[in-house]
């Protein structure tokens, strides 16, 4: 069965940071694209961020392009995102998703999220 | 950047209709890279269709995709108490992969 768990989420004040993890099972994870994909609060979804199966291409939303990155552990079967530099805005639900083998993949699996909430 | 529209934003109907959802590209979405996800309150999104119109595994016949280049239809055939929900479709054929706004199918 494939898992997708998000940690790593928390309260920070703005301009701080956060390091997000999604511990993956149930699948080749080497052999995957993955994502993030965040959600504010009663808004909808908005990708974040992509990193392919070897971490040879990485891409950004212009909304968070310079404050985050991107970083995955084949051996560990783990994905992350570095999230520095942190805006009210930045507030959301983060989602890690799987893509496929290719870079245009449609996202088939989801993790439950991790709430970020960035606030004084 | 591919900006993708919905509509409508809200269709209220009842257990058993039609429901017929729209998606709209602002430039053609290579090779049909387009999917649909459905979203419940307080779960993540669900794979419902690929490449406009391949249902996931586990998905059942009375949803159905259609469409090419910008413009892409959702079809649920007769709707079940279960599928009252808010849909997306994103464009995952270039980064960045973008999703539409939603569209919240309610009971009438």
């Known amino acids: 069965e494939v898992q997708l768990v998000e940690s790593g989420g928390g309260l920070v004040q703005p301009g701080g940071s956060l390091r997000l993890s999604c511990a993956a099972s149930?699948?080749?994870?080497?052999?995957?694209?993955m994502n993030w994909v965040r959600q504010a609060p009663g808004k909808g979804l908005e990708w974040v961020s992509y990193?392919?199966?070897?971490?040879?291409?990485?891409f950004f939303a212009d909304s968070v392009k310079g404050r985050f990155t991107i970083s995955r552990d084949n051996a560990k079967n783990s994905l992350y995102l570095q999230m520095n530099s942190l805006r009210a805005e930045d507030t959301a639900v983060y989602y890690c998703?799987?893509?496929?083998?290719?870079?245009?993949?449609?996202?088939?699996?989801w993790g439950q999220g991790t709430l970020v909430t960035v606030s004084s | 950047e591919i900006v993708v529209t919905q509509s409508p934003g809200t269709l209220s109907l009842s257990a058993g209709e039609r429901a017929t959802l729209s998606c709209r590209a602002s430039?053609?979405?290579?090779?049909?890279?387009l999917a649909w996800y459905q979203q419940k309150p307080g779960q993540a999104p669900r794979l419902l269709i690929y490449?406009?119109?391949s249902r996931a595994t586990g998905i059942p016949d009375r949803f159905s995709g259609s469409g090419s280049g910008t413009d892409f239809t959702l079809t649920i055939s007769r709707l079940e108490p279960e599928d009252f929900a808010v849909y997306y479709c994103?464009?995952?054929?270039?980064?960045?992969?973008?999703f539409g706004p939603g569209t919240k199918v309610d009971i009438k």
């Open positions: 430039q053609s979405v290579s090779s049909n890279f």
């Open positions: 149930g699948f080749t994870f080497s052999g995957s694209s």
């Open positions: 490449g406009a119109s």
């Open positions: 994103q464009q995952y054929g270039s980064s960045p992969f973008t």
């Open positions: 998703a799987r893509g496929g083998g290719s870079g245009r993949s449609p996202f088939d699996y």
């Open positions: 990193v392919s199966s070897g971490s040879a291409a990485k």
